[in-house]
T-cell receptor, first 112, second 114 residues
Framework: GESVGLHLPTLSVQEGDNSIINCAYS??????FIWYKQESGKGPQFIIDIRSNMDKRQGQRVTVLLNKTVKHLSLQIAATQPGDSAVYFC???????????FGSGTRLQVQP | DGGITQSPKYLFRKEGQNVTLSCEQN?????MYWYRQDPGQGLRLIYY???????QKGDIAEGYSVSREKKESFPLTVTSAQKNPTAFYLCASSIGQGGNQPQHFGDGTRLSIL
């Protein structure tokens, strides 16, 4: 079936570098996408979202890029900090479905 | 502060026993959701409710039941029919009913089998 997936299960970066976390989706009917950060033992925390009529959206230190041609979503984190270490999930909402479908997650490790 | 409260944080179930996980929100959100998370995996949707007294099955509803008698509360019962209930359970809510808004999560309940 159609699902959300991630290219890299673990990403290790140096403190101060920029991080890019990628997500591939296969449902071309998805109309809403969202990124979450999850720390150990806690619930996911909303980072940023984007609708399918947009290509890019920026937040504080984060940018989400949506490429509908190749069905690719990415999260860019500028000047990565140790507090950014966590598991990051992308999720999509299929048109006509009122709930999110989550990917399996990427672990970001920030080296001091 | 507004938010989502899940209780208890840890729960143990005996074989053949039903257990109920609590989820309360004071965000005045219409929609509420229950997810299951297994180690090293993403979230899978169990049930969701767009409005009081209405709810729909998600992708893995077998062995679970829910109720939505009040806007702020969406309890999940893990029944004895759920043969592999050990997991981290997450409750979420969102302001709208269409699904195109961020879901806000509680800090979860970890359920284990004795």
């Amino acid at each position: 079936g159609e699902s959300v997936g991630l290219h890299l299960p673990t990403l290790s970066v140096q403190e101060g570098d920029n991080s890019i976390i990628n997500c591939a989706y296969s449902n071309s009917a998805s109309d809403y996408f969202i990124w979450y950060k999850q720390e150990s033992g806690k619930g996911p925390q909303f980072i940023i979202d984007i609708r399918s009529n947009m290509d890019k959206r920026q937040g504080q230190r984060v940018t989400v890029l949506l490429n509908k041609t190749v069905k690719h979503l990415s999260l860019q984190i500028a000047a990565t900090q140790p507090g950014d270490s966590a598991v990051y999930f992308c999720a999509e909402k299929w048109t006509g479905r009122r709930a999110l479908t989550f990917g399996s997650g990427t672990r970001l490790q920030v080296q001091p | 502060d507004g938010g989502i409260t899940q209780s208890p944080k840890y729960l143990f179930r005996k074989e053949g026993q039903n257990v109920t996980l609590s989820c309360e929100q004071n965000l005045n959100h219409d929609a509420m959701y229950w997810y299951r998370q297994d180690p090293g995996q993403g979230l899978r949707l169990i049930y969701y409710s767009q409005i009081v007294n209405d709810f729909q099955k998600g992708d893995i509803a077998e062995g679970y039941s829910v109720s939505r008698e009040k806007k702020e509360s969406f309890p999940l019962t893990v029944t004895s029919a759920q043969k592999n209930p050990t997991a981290f359970y997450l409750c979420a809510s969102s302001i709208g009913q269409g699904g195109n808004q961020p879901q806000h999560f509680g800090d979860g309940t970890r359920l284990s089998i004795l």
